[in-house]
């Protein structure tokens, strides 16, 4: 679903991405994490266009990203992300912020597109609070609307960059439940996070990376158990 080929991308001088090289299969969950500054948040952009590379190629479900006459607002609509800050927009109620980007990037009409969103509110245990605005919900709730209004798209791929990163403690447990029942159901996810008990439950496979590079990408249980490079070891021994 997810092919990323020899990606190099630099910031003038500065390279953020050497050679990476990974494959996401259909319906399979992959965790990145690593050091801040590794490039974690580039690559994951990298997937879906938000973030041009200057080396490789990037192919999502057969289009190629990095390809000029690729079509990338429609990409996009096709790949769910989902960021550290929820970006909801404020001045609309929830069930408006799902509605959105159904009707303008997708055409739908205003009942289809509400049925939609109230469904998937419903899904991510929402549906009572449709019509209150963004700020009178929790972090966490805002965070499962956003995944919500992702799903709205009928995205095949999820991308994640540290959902839970910038939520009080209390409230990482109901994101990261809702993210698993979408792995369950068969969803193809990429997720950023240093979530580890979450990488242990759900992750097929765990991509380390270092400086830019992916130094490791391994099955889940090599990597907790025999984390090859020394950096990852340093990197677990610290988190966990
Ligand atoms: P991570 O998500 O792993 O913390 P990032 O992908 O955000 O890492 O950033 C990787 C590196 O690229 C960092 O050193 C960061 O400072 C640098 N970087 C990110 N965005 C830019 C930018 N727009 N211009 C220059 N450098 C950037
Ligand atoms: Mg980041």
Redesign the pocket.
Known sequence: MIQIDHVSKH??A?Q??TDCSTTVAKGEVVVVC????????????TVNGL?PIQGGRIIVDGVTVNDPKTNLSKLRSRVGMVFQHFELFPHLSIIENLMLAQLHVLGRGKDEAHDKGMRLLERVGLKAHASKAPGQLSGGQQQRVAIARALCMDPVVMLF??PTSALDPEMVGEVLDVMTELATEGMTMMC?THEMGFARRVADRVIF?DA?RIVEDRPKADFFDHPNSERAQQFLARIL
């Open positions: 910031y003038g500065f953020v991405l690593g050091p801040s500054g590794s490039g974690k948040s580039t690559l994951i952009k973030e960059d540290e950023v990376m830019g």
